[in-house]
């Protein structure tokens, strides 16, 4: 399961066209502030069934969001024995160099720039999650 954090309804969209492309089958929950995402994260609220929200095996992170920035939200998840070794992607529209420093400086796998395309996405699975290229995803 993937967990997109992110507040515009329009980058959701492009998010989920993106992975629509990618012949994966990981299930995206989309949290729409940093607050959803604390709350999914820790299973608590509505998200405390781990059948239907299980921990992700991925984050896709914006830095600026509602309620919580996404480095207060990447700071947390470092403290959390659970979510740790969770793979961190922060998505963006800031290219500024020092938010990509203290990214990967706070843990982030990885800083992409939005839009993501299937093509970055792809690199993103293969790296981070350390899995075989996508066409072997593809049941036949």
Same mark, same amino acid.
């Given at each position: 399961?993937i967990l997109?954090? &992110?507040? =515009?309804?329009?980058? /959701? +969209?492009?998010?989920?066209?993106?992975?629509?492309?990618?012949?994966?089958?990981?299930?995206?929950?989309?949290?729409?502030?940093g607050?959803?995402?604390?709350?999914?994260?820790? $299973?608590? $609220? *509505?998200? !405390?069934?781990r059948?239907?929200?299980?921990?992700?095996?991925?984050? +896709?992170?914006?830095?600026?969001?509602?309620?919580?920035? $996404?480095? &207060?939200?990447?700071?947390?998840?470092?403290?959390?024995?659970?979510?740790? =070794? @969770?793979? /961190?992607?922060?998505?963006? !529209? !800031?290219?500024e160099? *020092?938010?990509? &420093? *203290?990214?990967i400086? %706070? $843990?982030?796998k990885t +800083?992409? /720039?939005?839009?993501?395309?299937? &093509?970055? %996405?792809?690199? @993103?699975?293969?790296?981070?999650?350390?899995?075989?290229?996508?066409?072997?995803? /593809?049941?036949?």
């Open positions: 399961m997109l954090v &992110e507040d =515009n309804e329009d980058d /959701v +969209f492009i998010m989920e066209r993106a992975m629509l492309k990618l012949p994966l089958k990981h299930r995206m929950h989309v949290a729409a502030d607050r959803q995402a604390v709350d999914y994260l820790q $299973g608590s $609220g *509505k998200y !405390s069934d059948l239907a929200y299980p921990i992700p095996s991925l984050i +896709f992170l914006d830095l600026k969001l509602p309620f919580l920035h $996404g480095f &207060e939200i990447l700071e947390w998840i470092n403290t959390q024995r659970l979510l740790k =070794n @969770v793979p /961190v992607a922060i998505l963006t !529209s !800031s290219a160099p *020092k938010d990509r &420093e *203290k990214a400086r %706070l $843990g982030a +800083f992409l /720039v939005k839009p993501p395309t299937p &093509e970055t %996405l792809t690199q @993103v699975f293969e790296l981070i999650l350390d899995a075989p290229p996508p066409r072997q995803y /593809v049941s036949k």
